[in-house]
């Protein structure tokens, strides 16, 4: 049988210590997450932590800031759960996850977390290129509005909720869905994943 691993990427507090997590469109991620943790730990497949850092920038990804860790309200790593910190945007680059998966004999892959169009769409997508069978779970992850590329630096989530122009977070994961679906990924729900509707992908 195909082995399998849980991708959780970059569910961690340096977001939500952002004031742009105001706008974020799955506040309770956390519990989405969980849901999915438990199920693939029911199931003994592998579940590999990711957390994004950018050292020396001073910022909410800089480990320094102290926000490089956890979503409070995640469930904790297991120990031999392997965990790995990335300074690229797809999980892959920057990390040995490939070679972990390799070791592993992983062969699908389930991906969550944050952002839905950033880092899990990107990691979604190189793991299909690089022959991982992909589920893209789509409601364990979340997202925020985005911003036009025209509009200023330094606006308020507020500023950017009520530019016309901002591409709303249901917008970002509909385009995100369009993308990935029939070429990178099969999108599926949390409920899906661990209930009797579960796709091909992971059964």
């Given at each position: 049988m195909?082995?399998?691993?849980?991708?959780?990427?970059?569910?961690?507090?340096?977001?939500?210590?952002?004031?742009?997590?105001?706008l974020?469109?799955n506040?309770?991620?956390?519990?989405?997450?969980?849901?999915?943790?438990?199920?693939?730990?029911?199931r003994?497949?592998?579940?590999?932590?990711?957390?994004h850092?950018?050292?020396?920038?001073g910022?909410?990804?800089?480990?320094e800031?102290?926000?490089?860790?956890?979503?409070?309200?995640?469930?904790?790593?297991?120990?031999g759960?392997?965990?790995l910190?990335?300074?690229?945007?797809?999980?892959?680059?920057?990390?040995?996850l490939?070679?972990?998966?390799?070791?592993?004999?992983?062969?699908?892959?389930?991906?969550?977390?944050?952002?839905?169009?950033?880092?899990?769409?990107t990691?979604?997508r190189?793991?299909?290129?690089?022959?991982?069978?992909?589920?893209?779970?789509?409601d364990?992850?979340?997202?925020n509005?985005?911003?036009?590329?025209d509009?200023?630096?330094?606006?308020?989530?507020?500023?950017?909720?009520?530019d016309?122009?901002?591409?709303?977070?249901?917008?970002?994961?509909e385009?995100?869905?369009?993308?990935?679906?029939g070429?990178?990924?099969?999108?599926?729900?949390?409920?899906?994943?661990?209930?009797?509707?579960?796709?091909?992908?992971?059964?």
């Amino acid at each position: 049988m195909t082995q399998r691993a849980l991708i959780v990427i970059d569910v961690q507090e340096s977001f939500r210590s952002r004031p742009l997590w105001r706008l974020i469109d799955n506040p309770d991620i956390a519990d989405d997450v969980n849901r999915l943790v438990d199920h693939a730990r029911d199931r003994d497949d592998l579940v590999v932590w990711v957390l994004h850092q950018e050292p020396g920038t001073g910022g909410a990804f800089d480990p320094e800031s102290g926000h490089v860790r956890y979503l409070d309200g995640l469930r904790a790593p297991a120990a031999g759960e392997p965990q790995l910190r990335k300074t690229s945007h797809n999980a892959f680059t920057t990390t040995n996850l490939q070679q972990l998966l390799t070791e592993h004999g992983i062969g699908e892959l389930a991906i969550c977390g944050i952002r839905t169009e950033q880092c899990c769409e990107t990691t979604a997508r190189l793991g299909s290129d690089l022959g991982y069978q992909v589920t893209f779970v789509i409601d364990a992850t979340a997202t925020n509005p985005i911003a036009h590329p025209d509009a200023p630096d330094g606006l308020t989530p507020e500023q950017i909720a009520a530019d016309p122009r901002t591409l709303p977070a249901s917008a970002v994961v509909e385009r995100t869905v369009f993308a990935l679906s029939g070429r990178f990924a099969t999108v599926a729900t949390v409920d899906q994943v661990v209930g009797s509707g579960v796709p091909a992908a992971i059964v």
